[in-house]
């Protein structure tokens, strides 16, 4: 495939854009593959990547029921950041945040990484406390963040209310390399680059079934019919409940709906990601000038992609106390994604009780950070039966009770 270059821009611009190749190949399905990964979002994307690049498996399919990053990977807020609580986190986000620094430059294709910098405010003397810890915690675990005062967030967003009518703003824990990315673009980039190595992205095909011979692995049925497969990777998020009953096991996951909404675009007023946990509300601003707000998570397990008003309203009504300027803004739209809740709030990136059967999921409602080295830890796992930066995220934990407790750094926050 050509390489996208200022000088490729050049030559199509002199000659109509008519020479520009497509992204990626639409192929039929073959009767078998080394490996299918199932759910083309950026986590099965990036795990085929890295199994072609770090390891060298290039007979691959990726088999996406719907569009390639149609699921949570297309509907999420894109924020990044890696300061984690526990060591095994903030290893996997910290790595994920460091392939994300050169992304573009490793796909050839612009993901738009925006390390702006994020803040998750503290509202509470509970809250200084807790993040202060973090920061000590991400020192020593080499993540770069500090604690900062009032003013310190003050000067970095001017917009925001440090008196708030409820709660103060009395500090921030601040991340100067955490940021966004563009999310759609780092789908189209993995699956650029992989079908580029020659793997298959099957898309609008649906993986009903998973075949098992003595305990193992040796195929999927699909709505395009049977497909072999020496290894499976079951990476679909909100519907790994589903697709583990197909292949014969179960998980120890919820799925629910979480939400977001944009606002209608204005000149630049924030070029920092806020985070505000305590009254729940988070915002960036997006290139395109929209105001990006996180809301939140239905408090009941379901599978629907949509919004609701009743968090709508809640959102938007943390959001006017610290930012009073948007009260006037326009929202454009709002959505919803399912994602995928274990108990601690951490993934599950692990073999399973099927041979041959892996699986990654449990990001919930912040995976979309963690793509890289997602991907990273799921083809090591998958291509040698281990990965340093997947062992402590086994399923495993669950029957020992080897939790990796984030709900304060995930539960509420992306
Ligand atoms: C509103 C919202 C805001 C968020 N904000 C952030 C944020 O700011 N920062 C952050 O880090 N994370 C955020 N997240 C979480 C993040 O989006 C997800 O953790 C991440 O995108 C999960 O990626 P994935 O590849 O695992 O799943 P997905 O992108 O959902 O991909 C899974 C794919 O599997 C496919 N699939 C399912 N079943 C089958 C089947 N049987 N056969 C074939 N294909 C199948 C689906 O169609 C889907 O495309 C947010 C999520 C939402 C919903």
């Known amino acids: 495939m050509r390489r996208y270059s200022a000088f490729a821009i050049a030559r199509e611009a002199a000659r109509h854009h008519l020479g520009w190749e497509r992204a990626w190949a639409s192929p039929t399905p073959k009767a078998s593959y080394d490996v299918v990964i199932v759910g083309a979002g950026g986590h099965g994307l990036a795990t085929a990547y890295y199994l072609g690049r770090n390891h060298g498996i290039r007979n691959v399919?990726?088999?996406?029921?719907?569009?390639?990053?149609?699921?949570?990977?297309?509907?999420?807020?894109?924020?990044?950041?890696?300061?984690?609580?526990?060591?095994?986190?903030?290893?996997?986000?910290?790595?994920?945040?460091?392939?994300?620094?050169t992304l573009s430059q490793d796909l050839n294709y612009n993901v738009m990484f925006s390390p702006r910098g994020v803040m998750m405010l503290a509202q509470t003397e509970h809250e200084i406390r807790g993040y202060q810890r973090t920061a000590h915690a991400n020192a020593l675990q080499g993540v770069a963040t500090e604690f900062i005062g009032?003013?310190?967030?003050?000067?970095?967003?001017?917009?925001?209310?440090?008196?708030?009518?409820?709660?103060?703003?009395?500090?921030?824990?601040?991340?100067?390399?955490?940021?966004?990315?563009?999310?759609?673009?780092?789908a189209w980039g993995y699956a650029r680059a992989c079908s580029?190595?020659?793997?298959?992205?099957?898309?609008?095909?649906?993986?009903?079934?998973?075949?098992?011979?003595?305990?193992?692995?040796?195929?999927?049925?699909?709505?395009?019919?049977h497909i072999g497969c020496g290894k499976l990777g079951i990476v679909v998020a909100g519907h790994s409940g589903v697709m583990a009953e197909r292949a014969g096991f179960r998980l120890p996951i919820e799925s629910v709906a979480l939400q977001a909404l944009v606002s209608e675009p204005i000149k630049p007023v924030m070029d920092v990601v806020?985070?505000?946990?305590?009254?729940?509300?988070?915002?960036?601003?997006?290139?395109?000038?929209?105001?990006?707000?996180?809301?939140?998570?239905?408090?009941?397990?379901?599978?629907?992609?949509?919004?609701?008003?009743?968090?709508?309203?809640?959102?938007?009504?943390?959001?006017?106390e610290t930012f009073p300027i948007i009260s006037r803004l326009k929202m454009l739209r709002w959505w919803g994604g399912i994602v995928d809740m274990t108990g601690d709030r951490s993934p599950i990136i692990s073999k399973t009780p099927v041979e041959g059967v892996f699986v990654n999921c449990?990001?919930?409602?912040?995976?979309?950070?963690?793509?890289?080295?997602?991907?990273?830890?799921?083809?090591e796992l998958m291509a040698k039966g281990h990965s340093p930066l997947a062992a402590e995220f086994s399923l495993?934990?669950?029957?020992?009770?080897?939790?990796?407790?984030?709900?304060?750094?995930?539960g509420v926050a992306h």
């Open 61 to 101: 399919a990726v088999i996406e029921k719907g569009w390639l990053g149609g699921g949570n990977t297309g509907r999420n807020t894109t924020i990044i950041r890696s300061n984690y609580l526990q060591d095994p986190s903030a290893a996997i986000y910290e790595k994920a945040r460091s392939l994300y620094e």
């Open 362 to 379: 449990g990001w919930g409602t912040g995976g979309f950070k963690a793509i890289p080295g997602s991907g990273w830890a799921m083809a």
């Open 396 to 410: 495993d934990r669950f029957r020992e009770g080897k939790f990796i407790d984030e709900s304060v750094a995930a």
């Open 274 to 320: 806020v985070m505000a946990n305590t009254v729940h509300g988070y915002m960036s601003q997006s290139d395109k000038g929209e105001m990006v707000i996180g809301g939140g998570a239905d408090g009941y397990n379901n599978y629907t992609q949509r919004g609701s008003f009743h968090h709508v309203e809640e959102t938007v009504r943390a959001l006017v």
């Open 150 to 186: 009032p003013s310190k967030v003050r000067e970095l967003c001017p917009i925001i209310n440090i008196r708030g009518p409820r709660y103060p703003v009395l500090g921030a824990l601040w991340q100067p390399r955490g940021g966004t990315a563009r999310h759609d673009a780092v």
């Open 196 to 225: 580029d190595m020659g793997m298959d992205i099957i898309q609008q095909t649906e993986v009903t079934g998973v075949r098992r011979e003595g305990g193992r692995v040796v195929g999927v049925d699909t709505t395009r019919g």
